[in-house]
């Protein structure tokens, strides 16, 4: 059985910022979901959020570059972005060093092929439980992996991420193929949220409007706001519903 997936989306300057360094995709047409939160100086984290979802549309829209055999095609248009980001930070001074996080989800039946870098993240509501099921590319993280590291690339802060699309000329790009069943929520946000929200508060928000995703995506920006909101905050609802 393919699921259909309700969708919701919202992004947001926040409390503190004066512009938004954030982009998002809702494409139910290709069942293709992107939020990513941009990086660099000059407004130039910007550029990159909206280049990166820009080039991960026009893979899913034209096929081009196609997809080498055996690679997920979510995938693939990541790389593409990470070429594009690449190359505007290379050949544009304002845009030298930038970058952006990505989380994106793919629909293909009842599964979502799930990909990320940096420490946007997608979290998974199923009856009354919310888990992450991405994990941050973050300096604690990696300190966490490799002991022999720890304290030797600057101090372990969670916010100091370790991959992010456009920064090199290749990026590794974790990709996991997650079941869906009916009833399934699932949220894409950046860390303007999660650095502002408890996971608990961010549960209750979503279980109390489970059948109204524009306004739990309303409460979430609020929620981050209220609290400080001192970064931009995007958000994206997903829920599995039977045809």
Do not use: W
């Not at 599964?111 to 919310?130: F, I, N, P, T």
Request: one cysteine or more; proline letters at 5%.
């Amino acid at each position: 059985m393919t699921l259909r997936l309700v969708s919701a989306g919202f992004t947001d300057v926040g409390a503190q910022r004066t512009h938004n360094e954030d982009a998002i995709l809702l494409d139910p047409q290709y069942g293709l979901y992107v939020i990513c939160d941009g990086m660099g100086g000059h407004a130039s984290g910007a550029v990159a959020s909206q280049t990166a979802v820009a080039a991960i549309s026009e893979v899913a829209h034209t096929g081009l570059p196609p997809t080498p055999p055996g690679e997920e095609p979510l995938v693939n248009a990541i790389l593409y972005a990470n070429a594009q980001v690449f190359a505007r930070g290379q050949s544009d001074p304002d845009c030298r060093g930038m970058g952006t996080t990505v989380v994106a989800v793919r629909q293909q039946d009842s599964a979502l092929h799930l990909c990320h870098v940096g420490d946007s993240r997608c979290y998974m509501l199923r009856g009354e439980v919310l888990a992450q099921i991405t994990r941050d590319h973050s300096l604690i993280n990696l300190y966490a992996d490799n002991p022999d590291l720890a304290g030797k690339l600057g101090p372990a802060h969670s916010n100091i991420i370790v991959r992010a699309v456009g920064l090199h000329e290749y990026v590794e790009v974790d990709h996991q193929i997650v079941g869906m069943t009916p009833g399934d929520v699932f949220l894409l946000c950046c860390d303007g949220l999660t650095d502002m929200v408890p996971d608990e508060v961010i549960r209750q928000i979503v279980l109390a409007d489970v059948g109204d995703l524009p306004l739990a995506g309303t409460k979430l920006i609020a929620a981050a706001n209220a609290a400080g909101g001192a970064d931009n905050v995007s958000v994206i609802l997903l829920r599995a519903v039977a045809p």
